[in-house]
């Protein structure tokens, strides 16, 4: 078969899947941004402010349905939601100039409106009756928040982060226990996914074994990937690697914290790591990179297995049985053992002389785009658009969504994928990279791309892949500054 007749057949099969798609519903506008509700300790060290800071730079992406403070094993009592409205009290201030970028930035009020308190206490020991309301078996806020935004009549999962603890995620699905039938509760725990970030309380264990079924994901360690360590004593050296020229103090302030407004200035510095709970939704980022229903396919968020892995908690397992003082914490997670959870994996990248293998580079091989990304957002606060950069748009095949394709192709025979049609909102040049994400895949061999950094490419399906799968990523980065970058991602599976 020739490339153009591949080419056409390719078509075809995007065609028949976006028809599908649009099907069950618009492809415009806020129904295909991810849900998401935030649960914070924030306060207990910098970083969680840092986090929510580049949140607030982002919430045109997604649909924040909830911001609750919560506590963890590193805040054990109340949680500090009035931080959080600190947060939005600046970015009321940017509110405006980030319009002139993307009109999909909610208001303040709307912000304010649903942010709230969690459970108080620490995880399962103040999940049940305590704090009740008049209502009924509720036990904060925040959970009756969650209750209610599952409830809502919308085919999207509600994507539930936990910054901290989890213990009020875990009062929600207590209260519907207690109240619903159990086919109720089922199709209440199908409507959430999970994405915990280091398991800081006991309550993640209680939902993973009590529920096997949950979607949820554990980020045990790859969130040191973000940056490495800036106390003096501990660097984490094993977990340093690629740009770090983007996470050093003097580029946050020159590039965040100052000469970018309100929000900038609210922006902390990190006291042992940069934003270690923001993988939780660069996961949901987005971007073209991947589709958060598969946690193996590795994107901004971090790599996680195939499979669920058993009884995963480094702060369980570090600080057995040390009280909560000085030195660490123990979340003793005993009474709920075994449990099953995504969890962190192995990822593999070359960087100028080095290849790294391990877990954390599967966060910090994006760190130069992320962050570049994020400074961008914050020239939005202060820019009118035409002095400041945007990212460029990258369409494959015709097909202008962020949404990963799924191809069938032929093995021995090659796939031609077109993103010739791929634009720059500011007129910026663009340059193609396009690349094999091995780690992602199933096949495990080599796959040649023909030209990689050309807008058009031919992907050769080995003979051995039959049944197999093959992630093709398009990186598109654009000429404006700071650099900016868009992917897409295209999954071949080989066929006879
Ligand atoms: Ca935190
Ligand atoms: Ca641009």
Request: with cysteine; hydrophobic share 35%; net charge negative.
């Amino acid at each position: 078969m020739s490339y153009r007749k591949i080419l056409v057949s390719v078509t075809k099969l995007v065609a028949v899947s976006l028809f599908s798609i649009c099907g069950i519903g618009s492809l415009n506008g806020s129904s295909e941004k991810p849900r998401i509700i935030v649960t914070t300790d924030i306060t207990n060290e910098p970083d969680d402010q840092e986090s929510l800071v580049r949140l607030l730079t982002y919430s045109n992406e997604y649909d924040i349905e909830g911001l609750i403070g919560s506590t963890g094993i590193w805040k054990l009592m109340d949680p500090a939601t009035e931080v959080i409205h600190d947060c939005i009290d600046a970015y009321a201030k940017v509110h405006d100039n980030l319009l002139l970028h993307s009109p999909d930035y909610p208001t303040a009020e709307y912000l304010r409106s649903i942010t709230i308190t969690g459970n108080r206490g620490y995880g399962m020991s103040a999940i049940g009756h305590r704090g009740m309301s008049s209502e009924g078996h509720r036990g904060s806020p925040g959970a009756n928040l969650i209750i209610e935004a599952v409830d809502k009549d919308d085919s999207r999962p509600v994507w539930l982060l936990a910054w901290g603890g989890t213990n009020t995620i875990a009062q929600a699905i207590w209260t519907v226990r207690r109240t619903r039938s159990p086919e109720e509760l089922e199709e209440f725990l199908g409507r959430i996914r999970v994405y915990d970030l280091a398991g800081q309380d006991d309550s993640g264990a209680w939902m993973a074994n009590r529920f096997p079924d949950l979607f949820y994901i554990r980020n045990v360690l790859i969130y040191k990937g973000m940056s490495f360590k800036f106390s003096a004593k501990d660097t984490w050296d094993e977990t340093r690697g690629g740009d770090e020229s983007v996470v050093t103090r003097d580029w946050v302030s020159k590039n965040i914290q100052k000469k970018h407004g309100p929000l900038g200035k609210v922006y902390p510095d990190a006291l042992h790591i940069w934003e270690g709970d923001t993988p939780t939704y660069f996961y949901l980022m987005p971007n073209g990179l991947n589709d958060p229903e598969k946690p193996w396919q590795g994107s901004w968020g971090g790599m996680f297995g195939r499979e669920k892995q058993k009884n995963v908690n480094i702060v369980a397992q570090e600080y057995a049985g040390a009280p909560c003082s000085r030195g660490g914490c123990w979340v003793n997670e005993e009474p709920y053992l075994d449990y099953w959870m995504y969890a962190d994996a192995e990822d593999k990248w070359e960087y100028g002389e080095g290849i790294y293998d391990n877990t954390w580079c599967s966060i910090f091989r994006w760190r130069t785009d992320f962050q570049n990304d994020f400074a961008a957002r914050m020239d939005w606060c202060v820019k009118s658009y035409a002095d400041a950069n945007h990212n460029p748009v990258a369409v494959v095949n015709g097909d202008e969504s962020k949404k990963v394709l799924y191809l069938e192709a032929k093995v021995g025979e090659a796939v031609t994928i077109d993103s010739s049609g791929s634009l720059d909102p500011d007129g910026d040049s663009m340059s193609y990279n396009w690349w094999v994400y091995e780690r992602a895949g199933t096949y495990t061999g080599k796959v040649e791309v023909t030209e990689p950094n050309a807008s058009s490419v031919c992907v050769r399906v080995p003979h051995d892949a039959v049944g197999k799968t093959i992630h093709v990523i398009l990186t598109l980065r654009d000429s404006g500054t700071p650099q900016l970058t868009s992917y897409r991602r295209v999954v071949i599976t080989g066929v006879r």
